[in-house]
């Protein structure tokens, strides 16, 4: 296969990737304004246990299965994909089930486990059962992603993850829409339809990937194989080379969930509020303002890991001169982006916060408090995520799973305390200190594999650092100028918004400009895209 038709797969892969992504975020705030905190908090509490137990349950599939078949297919030996996909749906359909059984009879026992008022037990129980129906059929949708892929065709996992994202989202509106302004129903009812909407959602996405089967099966199988084995590829060599590949995806792909589990279960126990007030921090803290937080990390880091083929390419080469550049160039573009897009939105907090969600003053003072500190978070979550993918390209993936358990560790025994001394911001700050772990781990590896030095990237790290205290003293002239940080209503939040976004914008990019780490950065880009 030429390599410009494999760029352009590639590229076609990301930017679905970063459509899906955003549009998993933005449709919380239309969500959030039909269903209030109740619908929201219910959603929240149901996705996050779906969401670990779906990346246990695929086991990282889809990049791991593309990683096999693209290896094989590579040495003219298809017949070994073939075997893994016929064996793969057994095992996918399997895995579903399981992972359905687990969340649908243990729905009582994770509702127990949060400490719950009792009138909120029977309500947890309900959306976290109806969501768990997905697993039955996302595992499998996944393996036929992964299929594809290995044979470069990544246009069948784009529109099915672009389909899977807008009838789910479809599903959760206009379903909230009815129940709330319709039918005069409940949160609760909205809720359970929301969560109901990822099996809908599946379905839908897997719909597509059926459709491509059928269009592709003839054309993909009638590709002779030209490597003759003497014996198959046991199936457990065939698996144990699979969860090698597969154990990085998942570790990158939990942790982020692993860490509002811990929040949720941890919130009711040892925050000192009111079970309302507990309510709307943990609603805040794992979707509202989590998501926000999640937009410069999708960005930065859709781009950052853009260098991970290069990485690899260049690692088997051997040329590690090569793999240390592309390695100061991921980190270079992910603070170039994640630095001044996270200190922007916690110098916003308030303002975004009462923009997108709130207008009653108790709860801005509170959504725009966490909003303010979370924010931070991003560049944590953003290093973590492009370590893990720099871990990847030089094949040190394991080192992502043990800096994964440290960080955890850390969490749950700093959440307790934390909680205790800085209330709402204490899991805010017991996750940075974990995600702090992960990511010194990464790096230490990722030194002793390339003898990467870091002061290569230290004088971009002060340029960066400097623009972006700059860009943060413009934003605070602007709220001088509005009358402060907190708006008094959406109106005066749209403007400081707007306002504070382009000026801040303008100054940062004009200081990178005038000394050239602008050029730099593009520049680093632009090579990637024609290497």
């Known amino acids: 296969m030429s390599a410009s038709k494999m760029i352009r797969g590639a590229m076609i892969l990301t930017v679905a990737s970063i459509v899906s992504r955003l549009l998993g975020i933005f449709f919380i705030i239309p969500y959030n304004a039909l269903t209030g905190t109740e619908g929201t908090f219910l959603y929240g509490i149901a996705y996050t246990p779906y969401g670990i137990m779906l990346s246990v349950s695929t086991m990282g599939l889809p990049l791991a299965v593309s990683k096999y078949v693209s290896k094989y297919n590579a040495i003219g030996d298809y017949e070994s994909g073939r075997r893994l996909l016929k064996s793969g749906f057994l095992l996918m359909a399997v895995t579903g089930l399981i992972g359905f059984l687990i969340l649908f009879i243990g729905a009582p026992h994770i509702a127990a486990a949060y400490g719950l008022p009792a009138n909120r037990i029977n309500d947890v129980i309900l959306v976290i059962r109806v969501v768990s129906i997905a697993i039955l059929i996302v595992p499998v949708m996944s393996l036929m992603r992964g299929y594809f892929q290995g044979y470069q065709s990544m246009g069948p996992t784009a529109v099915s993850q672009i389909v899977e994202q807008v009838v789910r989202i479809a599903f959760i509106l ?6 709330i302004k319709v039918f005069q129903g409940s949160p609760v009812t909205a809720a359970a339809l929301a969560t109901f909407a990822a099996f809908v959602g599946a379905v839908g996405g897997l719909y597509v990937m059926l459709h491509y089967w059928v269009a592709r099966r003839g054309r993909m199988s009638q590709m002779k194989q030209t490597v003759q084995r003497r014996k198959k590829i046991s199936y457990l060599s065939m698996y144990r080379e699979l969860v090698n590949y597969a154990i990085p995806f998942v570790a990158v792909g939990i942790s982020m969930q692993l860490y509002q589990l811990i929040d949720q279960f941890m919130a009711y126990h040892y925050l000192g509020y009111s079970a309302q007030v507990k309510e709307l921090v943990i609603t805040d803290l794992t979707v509202n303002d989590q998501k926000m937080v999640m937009i410069p990390v ?4 859709s781009l950052a890991v853009s260098a991970v083929p290069a990485i690899i390419n260049s690692y088997a080469k051997r040329d590690i001169n090569e793999v240390n550049h592309k390695i100061t160039q991921a980190f270079e573009l992910v603070l170039f982006l994640t630095l001044p897009a996270a200190v922007g939105l ?5 303002m975004i916060h009462g923009l997108l969600f709130e207008i009653n003053l108790h709860d801005l003072l509170i959504g725009g408090r966490i909003l303010q500190w979370y924010a931070l978070t991003a560049i944590f979550f953003a290093l973590f995520q492009v370590t893990a993918s720099i871990l990847q390209g030089i094949n040190r993936q394991r080192v992502t799973l043990i800096s994964l358990c440290a960080g955890v560790i850390f969490k749950i025994l700093l959440n307790p305390l934390f909680m205790k001394v800085f209330g709402m911001v204490g899991p805010i700050l017991a996750t940075d200190i974990g995600y702090a772990v992960c990511i010194l781990i990464n790096l230490i590896a990722i030194k002793q594999a390339t003898g990467y030095k870091y002061s290569a990237i230290g004088q971009q790290v002060i340029h960066i650092v400097g623009y972006t ?3 943060a003293l413009a934003i605070q002239l602007i709220f001088l100028l509005f009358g402060g940080s907190i708006p008094s209503g959406r109106g005066i939040a749209l403007l400081v918004v707007m306002v504070s976004v382009v000026v801040g914008a303008a ?4 200081l ?7 050029r730099r950065v593009v520049g680093g880009m632009r090579k990637r895209r024609t290497e």
């Open 512 to 518: 990178s400009r005038w000394t050239g780490l602008l």
């Open 174 to 179: 206009i379903g909230a829409f009815l129940v």
């Open 346 to 350: 916690s110098s916003l907090g308030y």
């Open 298 to 301: 999708t960005l930065a880091t």
């Open 507 to 510: 100054v940062y990019l004009f």
């Open 469 to 471: 205290a700059v860009m």
